[in-house]
C-alpha cells in the first residue's frame, strides 16, 4: 500500500525498481496499476517473486542489505526497519535477536516492500513525515504459528508507545512490515499539520471490503505558519465527575479498581483519603468520564461493579485539554515516544512516555532519569 502511495505521489517505478534489484538475489517482478477501493481510484503496486515461501535469518537478511550497492540514506531505513521487526519478533517469540527467522517477513517479496519504501522516501526527499493514528483492522488472520487475533503479536510490539487503534473492519490493515516502516519513517504522529497540500498518492491495499477504503493516503505539501493551526489551540469540553466515599472496600483492592474503570472508558480515575463519619479512615473514588450518556453509563456501572457503595454523586465540569501530538525519537538506538502539549501552537510541555523510558533504561543500563532526560531533549530539538 505504500509503495502503491508513493507511485501514485508521483515517485518513478524505476526508483523502486532500481532499489529493489540492488539488493534481491533472484528478479523481483514490480508492477503499478490503477484501482478503485470502495469507489475511490487509488494505485495498486504488485511485487510477485518466485520464492515467496523461503525462510532467511536476520543475519541473511542483513547480509542482503549491506552487500547491495544501495544508496546509504536508503540501506540505512532498511537496515533499521528490519532490525525493529527482528526486535519484535524476538521479543513475541522469546527468542534471541539474532535466533530470529524470518517467515513471510524475510521472503524477498517483503524485502523488496522494505527496501522499495525506503527508496520511495528518500526519493521524496521530505522534511518532516506526520503519519495519523494507526488503523489496525480486526479478526483473525493464519500465520506460522497458526490463528492469531488481528492485530498481530509483532505489529503491536512494533508500535508501542505509537497511536494506533483496532478496527475499523474485521481485516489485518496494519502488518508488521507496514508497522515498522511507519514507526521508522515517522517523524511525529498526530493530526495533519497546517500545510499547503501539493500532491496526493493514494495506494490500494489487496482486499476491497465493502463499507472501507481499504487504502493508504500520502499528502505532500509546504508547511504554513502554525498560528493558523486550529487543532493547536486548547479543547474545552464538558467531562463528568462521579465520586463516592467508601469506607468498606478492601484497600488491597483500589489499584485493580482504579485499573478497571481507565479500561471501561475512565479519562482518570484517583482516591483521596479522608475521615468519615464515626471517625472511621476511608476514601473518596473520584472518576472523569467524558459527559457522553453511554461512556458515563459505562463507567458508573463499573463503579458499582467493582466497589462497595451503594450511591454516587455526579458533577458536569468544563475540561480544558491541551492539543497533544506525539514524536518518535531514539535514545542509544531505543525508540522513546514523546508527548508535547501545545496551547496556541507554542510549546507547553514535552513528556517522554514512562514506559518506553523505562524499557530504554532498563536496555541500556542507564539511570532512568538520563534517559528521560536525553528523550526529552532530544524532542525539543526535533520540534524547534
Ligand atoms: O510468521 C510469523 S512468525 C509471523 C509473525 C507475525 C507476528 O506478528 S509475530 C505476523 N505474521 C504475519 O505475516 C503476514 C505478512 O506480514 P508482512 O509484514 O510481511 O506483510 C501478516 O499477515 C502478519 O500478520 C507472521
Ligand atoms: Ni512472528
Known sequence: MLLGALVDAGVPLEVIRDAVDAVTPE???????????????????????ADSATERSWADVRRLVEDSSLDPAVLDVALEVFGRIAEAEAAV??????DVHFHEVGALDSIADVVGVAAGFVHLGLDWLVCSPVALGGGTVRIAHGAVGVPAPAVVELLRGL?????????ELTTPTGAALLAVLADEFGPQPPMAVDTVGVGAGGRDPAGHANVVRLVVGEAVDTDANPAAEQRTEEALVIEANVDDLDPRLWPDVIAALLDAGASDAWLTPILMKKGRPAHTLHVLVAADAD????????VFRQTSTIGVREQTFAKVALDREFVAVEVDGHR?????????????NVQPEYADVRA?????????KDVLAEAAAHAREATS
Open 295 to 302: 461512556a458515563a453509563d459505562a463507567v458508573r456501572r463499573e
Open 27 to 49: 528478479p523481483v517482478e514490480l508492477r503499478a496499476e490503477p484501482a478503485t477501493r470502495n469507489g475511490f481510484a487509488a494505485t495498486r503496486c504488485l511485487v510477485r517473486v
Open 360 to 368: 530504554a533504561a532498563r536496555a541500556t543500563g542507564r539511570p532512568v
Open 93 to 98: 517469540h522469546g527468542v534471541a535477536v539474532d
Open 336 to 348: 522513546v515516544a514523546v508527548k508535547l502539549a501545545r496551547l496556541d501552537g507554542e510549546l507547553m
Open 163 to 171: 497511536p494506533s487503534y483496532g478496527g475499523p473492519v474485521d481485516l
